[in-house]
């Protein structure tokens, strides 16, 4: 008998961990269930817009010069990683004007620009009062720059 208590109450406390975690509202099993199963399709749907925007993004840098570009905010930094399958002249010096104009100080880098191009960079904020910048801005400013590299008439 305790067995069987014991399973019903671990029963009902993950179905609260679930009615939790999916903002339901739903008071009993069935419904909580749909409430998740519903919360899971909306999950899928945001991931798969995501995932268009970024092949979106990539691609209007240059269709023939797809780049891959993360930055990982660190703890007194970021961490920038850029990628393109193709050697891009020029592109680093407009990669390293956007880390500038965003007040970012290179600590260390590594580039390869033979039959790739590839930065690992890692910078620190130069000013302490910039603390409202995140990786999603340094993002957005290093695609940015890729782009205007591109429209400024890239050399193979």
Sequence with gaps: MVSREHKKAALHEKLQLLRSITNSHALNKGSIIVDASKYIEELKQKV???NQDIATVQNSIHPNHPMQVTVEALV?????NVFSEKSC???????????EELGLNVLEA????TDTFQLQAFAEIEEQGEEAMDAQAVKEAVVEAIKSWSQNGEQD
């Design 48 to 50: 798969e817009r995501l």
């Design 76 to 80: 007194k930094g970021f961490s920038i």
């Design 89 to 99: 002249q020029g592109l680093l010096v407009s990669i390293l004007e956007a880390f």
């Design 110 to 113: 590594r580039v390869s620009c």
